[in-house]
């Protein structure tokens, strides 16, 4: 046996068998520290000696290895449990991100009340507030404060940890971890890229104790680029990483699952942000679409479904097509990119004689929502057309494929589940491309089948779309 000093990078983990100023593979300051290491030498092929590291209970079989089978925590809020996979996990550390005012306090300090309110001990720890702006937030958004929420206003992150162990919190959540720092690592200021991670390395510690496991929740602040400030490790560290979106001055806020060991990535919820806290957003799509009869339909106006996650939601396109009197007609897609809006533009005037060349087109999306699938193409240009022929199109129709450069309707992902959405919700007609799905029918819902745009235009408004541009010079 002989013992061996090493030095181990608290970044990143490289090693070295020297101290170094700077870190060659993440390029960060004064992060080697010194390691004792006990080694057994033995005498490998050629006489050379060779150093082991292997340590009692540290190589085993992999049949032989114990499941952590781990339970959840559930909250009363249906969004946040859906987003993780079903609740907290109990030995888990989640990093919560979002603009300033995206509701992440808001949003957290509601969990941390509803987990306390089922008899766990939970520990709510800022930095960045006091524990009477605290309370005055908790008696704005919460009905009663439950006896078992404990809060710490303290940027010592040595104090929550022995406040967490003294309380045997099931849940610690931490706002906002770059707030935080360790007596060990001073004169290094919170926000350091070592102050982050040791304080995160630490909570880790504390969440996957085995014989207390704790879930633990990590607010982290955004930098510039909307991206969670500091060292990329942080995600790593963690085992769910959490992003919620949405423009403060408006009422739509959702959550996405960027990262998930216990569920999906990608994963969405969604919440509307009122005088009372954060409210789930159980059925989304009464919220990005318009109820309307028949009498009531106006032009301009498709609907489609889009996939946010895992679940299906009904979504409504609005076009507005006006007379431009300028060289360069204006194309504003605040619900898609422009160059989508531009080729999507040019199919409709190449394949369908639809001439827009002289005309501004803006295409929006009721509630704000992103069009980030292409699935909802053919319902962009079916709304375009209703607003250039001002004529409505039925509310129970809707729209369900991507269209090609040639003007071909395209088959998208999980069309079946789209289908059965608009089913469920009343709809009495969808149009989809030629071959999209297996399923021949589906109750309550005629499935009109087609290959073409023109196609769809004329089923729609009952009128040949005029000849291609090309063949009318």
């Known amino acids: 046996m002989k013992e061996k000093t090493v030095y181990i990078c608290k970044n990143c983990g490289s090693r070295s068998a020297k101290w170094m100023g700077v870190c060659p593979r993440c390029r960060q300051y004064n992060t080697f520290e010194a390691v004792q290491e006990t080694t057994q030498e033995s005498t490998g092929a050629g006489g050379r000696a060779v150093h082991s590291r292997l340590s009692d209970g540290l190589l085993q079989p992999l049949r032989s290895v114990e499941t952590n089978r781990s339970d959840r925590l559930l909250t009363g809020i249906g969004e946040f449990n859906r987003v993780l996979g079903g609740g907290l996990v109990r030995d888990s550390v989640t990093i919560l991100s979002s603009p300033p005012g995206g509701g992440k306090s808001t949003l957290t300090l509601a969990v941390a009340n509803d987990v306390a309110k089922q008899g766990y001990p939970v520990l709510y720890a800022s930095g960045e507030e006091s524990s009477s702006q605290i309370k005055a937030r ?20 040595d104090v929550v940890l022995q406040a967490a162990r003294q309380k045997e919190a099931a849940l610690v959540i931490v706002d906002s971890i770059q707030t935080f720092q360790l007596q060990a690592f001073l004169p290094s200021r919170a926000g350091n890229p070592t102050q982050t991670m040791e304080c995160a390395g630490e909570l880790t510690r504390l969440a996957k104790n085995s014989a207390h496991p704790v879930a633990v929740i990590l607010i982290g602040q955004m930098n510039k680029s909307d991206e969670l400030a500091g060292l990329r490790a942080l995600e790593h560290l963690a085992d769910t990483v959490l992003i919620m979106d949405g423009d403060s001055e408006e009422q739509f806020r959702s959550l996405t699952a960027t990262k998930n060991r216990f569920g999906s990535t990608g994963e969405m919820g969604f919440f509307t942000m009122t005088e009372r806290g954060l409210l789930s957003m159980d059925n989304p799509s009464e919220f990005f679409m318009t109820r309307r009869s028949e009498a009531e339909a106006v032009s301009g106006s498709a609907l489609t479904v889009v996939r946010e996650g895992s679940r299906p939601v009904i979504a409504e396109v609005e076009s507005l097509v006006s007379r431009s009197f300028t060289p360069y007609p204006s194309r504003i897609g605040e619900a898609l990119r422009r160059e989508q809006l ?15 060349f002289d005309k501004n087109v803006v295409i929006k999306t009721t509630g704000g929502l992103k069009l980030k699938e292409q699935a909802s193409n053919l319902a962009v ?10 004529e409505p199109i039925s509310p129970s129709v809707a729209f369900l494929a991507d269209v090609g450069l040639t003007g071909e309707l395209k088959r998208v992902p999980n069309t079946e589940s789209r289908v059965r959405e608009l089913a469920r919700r009343g709809f009495q007609k969808v149009f989809v491309s030629k071959d999209s799905m297996k399923e021949e029918t589906v109750e309550g819902i005629s499935i009109i089948r087609l290959r073409y745009v023109s196609d769809v235009m004329e089923a729609i408004f009952e009128k040949r779309p005029k000849k291609r541009y090309k063949e009318s010079l």
């Open 138 to 157: 908790a008696d704005r958004i919460l009905k009663e404060i439950s006896p078992n929420l404990w809060v710490i206003a303290d940027t010592s992150m």
């Open 381 to 390: 240009l079916m709304s375009i057309v209703s607003s250039v022929y001002e």
């Open 342 to 356: 531009n080729t999507l533009v040019s199919i409709l005037e190449q394949r369908c004689g639809v001439m827009l």
